[in-house]
């Protein structure tokens, strides 16, 4: 059991280019949450997928922003026409009810976005 | 709508014990969640709630009462390593999701 993985862990683009996020969560975990943190900020919910459908999107999640998790496994988060409020750090979590605490999540390391 | 207010730093010396409070308004309540996060890291699962009462797990305590909207994750003899951020966070109850709704952290600082 490895943990939540993020790559990358760091992403520097320049304004108006397209990024792309990568999530692994916990194997057998079948629920997926996206969320962004700005400094001196918690974590913001963005997006939520139980297996590979994506039940919840938060109205922070522009027209500019798609999730995917094609397979009900790692799941990708996409940014097009990036923009410098775009800048924080994406952090993924993951659970399963039949694991540990029921409702706990298991967060990865974030990919921390700089857009310039 | 919710509304998750903690305080945004304290400070407290190694050894001693501290309180961190949180109270919330929320449409929905499915539990309260302590997280612990380094600076550049991930949060940490530290402690969840969903009864009253209090829940002790080695150094750390946490407590809630629903009826005030109110939780406190407290930290016994306390270790230079627990210098962190300390997020509450609650769980909206209502369909599948299970989302957080954070506050904004309370910034530990453990001094020698």
């Known amino acids: 059991d490895t943990g939540v993985s993020q790559n990358p862990r760091h992403k520097i683009t320049k304004r108006g280019q397209n990024v792309t996020f990568r999530c692994d969560p916990i194997?057998?975990?079948?629920?997926l949450y996206w969320y962004r943190q700005t400094l001196g900020q918690g974590p913001e919910f963005l997006t939520y997928?139980?297996?590979?459908?994506?039940?919840?999107k938060s109205r922070l999640l522009s027209d500019r922003f798609s999730a995917e998790r094609p397979k009900g496994s790692f799941s990708t988060l996409e940014i097009q026409r990036t923009e410098q409020g775009d800048s924080a750090m994406y952090l993924c979590?993951?659970?399963?009810?039949?694991?540990?605490?029921?409702?706990?999540?298991?967060f990865g390391p974030g990919t921390r976005l700089t857009v310039t | 709508g919710q509304n998750i207010d903690q305080p945004t730093e304290m400070t407290a010396t190694e050894g001693a014990i501290v309180q961190i409070n949180c109270t919330y308004q929320?449409?929905?309540?499915?539990?309260l969640f302590w997280y612990q996060q380094h600076a550049g890291e991930a949060p940490t699962f530290l402690s969840y709630?969903?009864?009253?009462g209090l829940e002790e797990k080695g150094r750390f305590s946490s407590f809630l009462s629903r009826s005030k909207g109110y939780s406190y994750l407290l930290l016994k003899e306390l270790q230079m390593k627990d210098s962190a951020s300390y997020l509450c966070?609650?769980?909206?109850?209502?369909?599948?999701?299970?989302?957080?709704?954070f506050g904004t952290g309370t910034l530990l600082a453990v001094q020698p």
């Open positions: 966070a609650v769980m909206r109850a209502g369909g599948a999701t299970n989302k957080l709704i």
């Open positions: 929320t449409s929905g309540f499915n539990g």
């Open positions: 709630n969903v009864l009253d």
């Open positions: 979590a993951s659970s399963s009810p039949t694991r540990g605490t029921s409702y706990e999540q298991y």
């Open positions: 997928f139980q297996n590979e459908a994506q039940l919840e």
């Open positions: 194997s057998e975990h079948n629920r």
